[in-house]
């Protein structure tokens, strides 16, 4: 009897331990579990952080721009007492410049906006421009200033060079960077984004005009504005955009009297100059 109720102790107490070392190692099991799942997780959320990040730069590098463009400018020119001397028509112009946009926070808003700071680190500008027949009329006898002295013209024949216009400007604006198709998979039109912009480009603007043996030169500083749009897809871009500016030029002229080689004829005449430009760029 003895015998068989120690069999029976011994037979539990076996029972016991074994039931305990299974509960021990399903509890080691369940730990390392937990562990290889957090440590899942975090490949995971790093795997997503580094497709986020491609993905937001697909959509926002390439944030300078060189442009090159075709410019329809006019440039009128007003006489002191308000008269009319015509505008300046175009033959034909083209542009050059070089943008950079500095975007003002990291994230987008609503994921698809950026706010930005344009600045443009050269911006050229070229018109050639038709014969104005009402420009004459500022060195006639009877010009509309009155009582100045008007250059004498030469013996000899004065080549004429025609009408020309060139800019030079460096200048700072805003800009509005959209990413309509933020939402989307497909990396190509991720690659799409549109930017409407604003800048202000001071500018040294000479124009030259050699007309009817008579030649000018017109120098000013313009505060000229200008008023964008721009689509972009990767490093290709096509650009319009708008741009106006006035300033009094300072008009020079050379006085062929043969007593003097000096320049004798400066004036200022306030002028006006509006247009449009397009083109394409090349972001990088």
Known sequence: MKRRFLFIMSALVATGININAQETNANQNSSEQDDLRSELNQVHAELNAIKEKDKQKSMWSRQKTFKIGFLNNTWTPEAANGTDLGEFKPNYGFSLGLTKTYMLHPKPIAGFLKFGLEVSWFDLAYTNYKANPD???YF???NPFGGLDIPETPDFEVPNFGSHQIDAA????LSANFAPFFWNESGNLRAIRAKLYGNFLPSFSAVIISEEDD????TAFVPFYTIGCQIQWKALAFFVEGRWGSANYKLGGLDFDDDSNEDSYFDKVSCKNSGVRLGIGLCF
């Open 170 to 173: 460096m200048g700072i604006g």
């Open 215 to 218: 030649t000018r030169w017109n």
């Open 140 to 142: 006639s006898s009877d």
């Open 135 to 137: 420009w004459s009329r």
